[in-house]
């Protein structure tokens, strides 16, 4: 019986497939998962940024959004029914920056945060807090664990032509919102990554888990960056629980967000066995024991196969929370 379920999760790919993984529980669809079981979220905190003063967690709050039902399902971010007074009035007092999305019920949860902050709570008891409202009544055996406590932001270096050395460094939020993602990332930076520490309960997640599960999540600047806090990679390669991954890529191309961009700024080839290998087998010194690739990436399951992976092609659409439950079965049922 699984009793425990890790996964390492960014933002929307992440909540949307955690969405269905507790579909999936709460139906008993999952091949040996207890009905009472317990999922850790281990999330990507490299997205974070101060904004006007408060401190923003896109992907911590797109989860707790999500699974708390107060997510605007049309845009994927934010709070639902969502009005932009400060937002407006910030920009009448010519207030940078002006293109992050601030809406006013989300502020709330941001000045909550960063009171909680200011007051000397880490980044993990903030989130707890926070949770209380959002999840614990609704999901009351899962828990949302900030991947360190420390700062950690992902940069993106641009091509700009009007600097002295031809390249300018924007925060992955500026990146993301204001360009859209619309200029090739020359190279990504992890600011403070190398020196962060895993969060409280982050490491014990993973070697404490039945199973890890690595989301349809991004490969680069979400589970990347996760992977990425020291200790992290090693306790899921060291852990006795099985290790499977769902490609965010399907028939080479992400279906939503900018996994391509963040890819080709790495080298990896923007394919389902591209990611699966960049992640690689653990028997070959990589994070997974088995990868699912969609339907239309058949094809590659050989050459996944032949590197050590398990790996089977299912349908990989989040479109609704039966089809996503049904992703989650089959990756348990892949590794297990
Ligand atoms: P973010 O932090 O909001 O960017 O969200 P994540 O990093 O958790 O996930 C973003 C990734 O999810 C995107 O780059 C897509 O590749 C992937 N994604 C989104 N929707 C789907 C889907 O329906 N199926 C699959 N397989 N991947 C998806
Ligand atoms: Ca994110």
Redesign the pocket.
């Known amino acids: 019986m699984l009793k425990h379920i890790t996964v390492l ?8 497939f955690l969405q269905g993984l507790l579909h999936g529980i709460a139906t008993g669809v999952l091949p040996g998962v207890a009905p009472d079981a317990q999922v850790s979220v281990v999330a ?1 905190t490299a ?1 974070d940024l101060w904004v006007h003063g408060l401190k923003v967690c ?2 911590l709050d ?1 989860v707790m959004y999500t699974l708390g039902d107060g997510i605007d399902l049309e845009r ?2 934010g709070r639902r029914e969502e009005t932009w007074s400060v937002k407006t009035e910030l920009a009448a007092y010519g207030v940078e920056p002006t293109w992050f999305g601030l809406g006013d019920r989300d502020v709330a949860t941001h000045l909550v945060r960063t009171q909680m902050l200011d007051a000397g709570y880490p980044l993990s008891a903030v989130t707890e807090a926070l949770c209380r409202r959002w999840l614990v009544p609704v999901h009351p055996r899962l828990r949302l664990l900030p991947m360190t406590d420390d700062r950690v932001e992902t940069h993106v270096a641009i091509a700009d032509p009007d600097a002295p050395s031809g390249r300018r460094v924007v925060h992955f939020q500026e990146y993301w919102v204001r360009l859209r993602a619309s200029v090739p990332a020359e190279s990504v930076l992890f600011v403070g990554l190398d020196e962060a520490t895993p969060g409280p309960g982050v490491l014990d997640a993973i070697t404490d888990a039945d199973l890890v599960v690595l ?4 490969p680069v ?2 589970v990347g960056t996760i992977l990425g806090v020291p200790g992290v990679r090693e306790a899921v390669r060291a852990t006795g629980a099985p290790v499977v991954g ?5 028939g080479g191309t ?6 391509e961009q963040m890819l080709t700024s790495i080298g990896v080839q923007v394919s389902a066995a591209g990611v699966g290998l960049h992640y690689g087998a653990r028997s070959q010194g990589g994070v997974l024991d088995g990868w699912l690739v ?1 339907e239309r990436d058949a094809a590659q399951v050989e050459r996944l196969t032949d590197a050590g992976l398990a790996c089977r092609a299912v349908p ?4 609704d929370h039966d089809a996503t439950a049904a992703m989650a079965a089959a990756a348990i049922d892949l590794v297990r």
């Open positions: 999760s960014g933002g929307m790919g992440g909540a949307r990507n997205d896109p992907d797109t994927g971010w989301p349809p999540s991004n600047v979400s769902l490609s965010p890529i399907v992400h279906v939503r967000g900018m996994a969609d990989l659409m989040m479109t």
